[in-house]
């Protein structure tokens, strides 16, 4: 049995079934996705079901991520953030025309139900973007870092390689895990194409809600598998590249 780490989807159904079928997955396989699986390209609506059927057949850990918490919250009240809605959510509200009511309230049950944050047997935190707590995720006053926070992947990028672990200097967020894996930053940004890893924290969002790639990497391995550059497969679209 392989576990497998996706990241941000971002309304790339077409996407996310091509690397599916590339990576091979089986029903054996367990799946961890870091968040965002709407918002971008036109298929958010088709992306949330697939996942809910998906999960009838394979082991799913589904974080939530920030574009999540605004569809979750549209889809409760009705109402869209401004910001949400420039930022990917109108194609996200156009995506579900033809969706029932039930369909819709499905949805929001999945929503409510993915988690902020996972830690698994071998002590590998999974989230969508960071938390700021010293003492780990469970001390997080401010939860909305667990889908907004850049300064965890910002502080890797920029540490200082030589500093020893057991250094006053190095710093406590990245103690208390063997490996972390996030999104909510691509690595396109940095002109990287594929997943990135920076001391111990490992980013898995390469850019698919743009110009870049969705990707899957076997946690024990480090093998990687990735879609076609996603904006090609919706080649009458902007997604977010406006």
């Not at 006053?141 to 502080?155: G, V």
């Not at 406590?172 to 940004?189: D, F, V």
Request: proline share 2%; charged share 25%; glycine share 8%.
């Amino acid at each position: 049995m392989r576990t497998l780490v996706i990241g941000d989807i971002h309304g790339g159904l077409k996407a996310l079934t091509q690397l599916i079928e590339i990576a091979k997955v089986t029903k054996d396989d367990r799946l961890i996705f870091v968040g965002d699986y709407v918002d971008g390209w036109s298929e958010s609506a088709q992306v949330i079901q697939y996942l809910i059927e998906l999960s009838k057949t394979n082991d799913c850990v589904f974080i939530k991520g920030n574009h999540d918490v605004w569809c979750a919250d549209w889809l409760r009240t009705g109402d869209g953030d401004s910001v949400w809605l420039a930022h990917g959510g109108k194609e996200t509200v156009d995506s579900y025309d033809g969706f029932s009511e039930a369909d819709k309230k499905q949805h929001l049950y999945f929503f409510e139900d993915m988690q902020l944050y996972h830690i698994d047997n071998d002590n590998r935190l999974f989230l969508h973007a960071g938390f700021t707590s010293g003492y780990g995720v469970e001390r997080e006053i401010h939860k909305e870092n667990f889908y907004f926070d850049r300064t965890l992947w910002e502080m890797a990028l920029t540490m200082d390689k030589h500093i020893d672990k057991q250094s006053e200097l190095y710093p406590n967020r990245l103690k208390h895990y063997h490996e972390i894996y996030i999104g909510h930053t691509p690595t396109t940004n940095f002109k990287q194409s594929q997943p990135m890893k920076a001391i111990n924290v490992w980013n898995v969002d390469t850019g698919a809600a743009f110009k870049g790639k969705l990707s899957a990497m076997d946690l024990e391995t480090k093998e990687m598998f990735q879609s076609e550059t996603v904006y090609t497969l919706y080649p009458n679209e902007l997604g977010r590249n406006k």
